[in-house]
């Protein structure tokens, strides 16, 4: 079955960026997805089609694709970013298929 | 408000039985297709079903099939999921989702919680 990979944690101190990585052999040929889940909430999605930034989401956070890699970046990290951070794109039946997940801790 | 709204979930045995719901609001429901996703405490999300805008495409994880059922009634804004022989590892939170539109958007409900234990 298809695969998404991520690095299972991420940290940084505010104010640097932060680069999760999302891995998978289908990603040249379909959009990928960044979803933001901190305790208790739903995911919400924070970068839509590989690098387009939904309305409300800041601009700090911003997404990239290149090959079988897409990358979320959060330039400039606050203490309100800490959460876990899932990628999600589709297998070749259109079904939906997710990473499992970075934790991104903020120091 | 755009909206789903899931219920159904609760403390169940093992080998037994539930059926979720997922009511849509604001949106034109039967326009788009719909998934399940669940989440085991602590783990990360996983996708369970597609359902298709008339229920003419079905698709489940391997995880589930021949025990999950996934249906839709569009007269009625609703979505559900049957889950019968439920096994241990069923436990999560549920969550319905809209499929995205053109824009990339899609919806999330807040979900209900299946504990499968005797």
């Known amino acids: 079955s298809y695969e998404l990979t991520q690095p299972p944690s991420v940290s940084v101190s505010p104010g640097q960026t932060a680069r999760i990585t999302c891995s998978g052999d289908?990603?040249?040929?379909?959009?990928a997805y960044w979803y933001q889940q901190k305790p208790g909430q739903a995911p919400v999605v924070v970068i839509s089609?590989?690098?387009e930034r939904p309305s409300g989401i800041p601009e700090r956070f911003s997404g990239s694709s290149s090959g079988t890699t897409v990358a979320l970046t959060i330039s400039g990290v606050q203490a309100e970013d800490e959460a876990d951070y899932f990628c999600?794109?589709?297998?070749?039946?259109?079904?939906?298929?997710f990473g499992g997940g970075t934790k991104l801790t903020v120091l | 408000e755009v909206q789903l709204v899931e219920s159904g979930g609760g403390l169940v045995k093992p080998g037994g039985s539930l059926r979720l719901s997922c009511a849509a609001s604001?949106?034109?429901?039967?326009?788009?297709?719909i998934n399940w996703v669940r989440q085991a405490p602590g783990k990360g999300l996983e996708w369970v079903s597609f359902?298709?805008?008339?229920?003419?495409?079905?698709f489940y994880a391997d995880s589930v099939k021949g025990r999950f059922t996934v249906s839709r009634d569009n007269a009625k804004n609703s979505l559900y999921l049957q889950m019968n022989s439920l096994r241990a590892e069923d436990t999560a939170l549920y969550y319905c989702?809209?499929?995205?539109?053109?824009?990339?958007?899609?919806?999330w409900g807040q979900g209900t919680m299946v504990t499968v234990s005797s």
């Open positions: 989702a809209r499929e995205y539109d053109s824009g990339g958007y899609t919806i």
């Open positions: 089609k590989d690098s």
């Open positions: 999600q794109s589709t297998d070749s039946s259109g079904v939906w298929v």
């Open positions: 289908a990603l040249p040929k379909q959009y």
């Open positions: 359902i298709s805008t008339s229920s003419r495409y079905i």
């Open positions: 604001g949106y034109a429901f039967s326009s788009y297709g």
